[in-house]
């Protein structure tokens, strides 16, 4: 089973910066992207960004210009770079990895690291 361990959260003042980790393991197929996503108490979980197996970014439009995502292929981690941060960017952030594996489409999901911007 892929597992995927997120490390990063905490508490950080407004305007500023928190480094999200996202190492993974166990993975079997081949992978399409991995990503960010968040989700806030009362709301869905949104995509924050993403990273294709071509390297291609995709940024959730709340967040573009302050986020980036970047991974390490060696240590097989996805990171993401927090600057500015928002009280609206307070929510538990989920790491992603998408795969195909036997003609088949899966979604694995760490556990979640919560993030609060808060003065």
């Known amino acids: 089973q892929v597992q995927l361990v997120e490390s990063g959260g905490g508490l950080v003042q407004p305007g500023g910066s928190l480094r999200l980790s996202c190492a993974a393991s166990?993975?079997?197929?081949?992978?399409?992207?991995r990503g960010w996503y968040r989700q806030a108490p009362g709301k869905e979980r949104e995509l924050v960004a993403t990273i294709s197996s071509g390297s291609s970014t995709n940024y959730a439009d709340s967040v573009k210009g302050r986020f980036t995502i970047s991974r390490d292929i060696a240590k097989n981690t996805v990171y993401l770079q927090m600057n500015s941060l928002k009280p609206e960017d307070t929510a538990t952030y989920y790491c992603?990895?998408?795969?195909?594996?036997?003609?088949?489409?899966?979604?694995?999901w760490g556990q979640g690291t919560q993030v609060t911007v808060s003065s």
């Open positions: 992603n990895v998408r795969r195909v594996y036997s003609n088949r489409v899966y979604d694995d």
């Open positions: 166990r993975i079997i197929g081949s992978v399409v992207a």
